[in-house]
């Protein structure tokens, strides 16, 4: 019997996914509606997989996937979510996760992709697989930031001006201003506007 602990913080959607497994011969099903009880139970149980939202109520299913992995890393980690996002896909196997399965799929599918992702595979549906593959293609086309690009990224994205940039950073503000204008050369934008934009599109601060 395998065993399976389900996230997701939606009571009639986790209902639905839990009873169709359940149904199924050979699987035995947790249902969880919050990350904390999910992981005290992983914590005392034998779990042979964990399925699991990316829209939870408090906290991004990227984290949560980068939590367990640290605390779990033989669990195999699968998203079932209805967010066809080729970067939000990229970032969820970059965490840790071991496949992504789309809320549309077929029931065939559906088992088909829980079944490799309990034999340790990767375990992405189709449409979620040709959307994680162009997110792979795109990332491995963009610049690539250095560790203090990202800082100064950051802080420009959390609103700070020059000065306070370089007062946090320990840094000229003609050193942070340098790197401003480097930022747009390299991102090909005009503004600091456009540049945060792109960076938070394709997950670049997460990285």
């Known amino acids: 019997m395998k065993i399976i602990a389900v996230l997701d913080d939606h009571p009639l959607l986790l209902e ?10 050979g699987y035995r099903v947790y249902p969880f509606l919050e990350e904390v009880a999910m992981i005290e139970f992983l914590d005392t149980t034998r779990v042979d997989l964990v399925l699991m939202d990316m829209q939870l109520s408090n906290i991004s299913g990227v984290d949560v996937c980068r939590q367990v992995r640290k605390q779990f ?20 196997m970059r965490a840790g996760g071991n496949g992504y399965i789309l809320k549309d799929v077929s029931n065939e599918e559906f088992l088909g992709c829980v079944q490799l992702g309990i034999d340790g595979k ?11 593959t162009g997110a792979v293609a795109t990332m491995k086309s963009l610049p690539r930031l250095t560790q203090r690009e990202k800082e100064i990224l950051i802080l420009i ?41 792109f960076a938070m599109k394709h997950k670049l601060l997460d990285l």
């Open 16 to 25: 639905g996914v839990v009873s169709f497994l359940n149904n199924q011969d």
């Open 157 to 197: 994205s959390n609103g700070l001006t020059t000065n306070q940039i370089a007062e946090k950073l320990f840094l000229s503000p003609v050193t942070v201003e340098t790197h401003r204008r480097n930022l747009l050369t390299k991102f090909k934008v005009k503004n600091m506007i456009k540049l945060v934009q």
């Open 73 to 92: 890393p033989l669990i195999p980690i699968v998203a079932l979510s209805n967010l066809a996002d080729g970067n939000l896909i990229f970032q969820f």
């Open 122 to 132: 990767e375990s992405i549906c189709d449409r979620a697989k040709e959307l994680y």
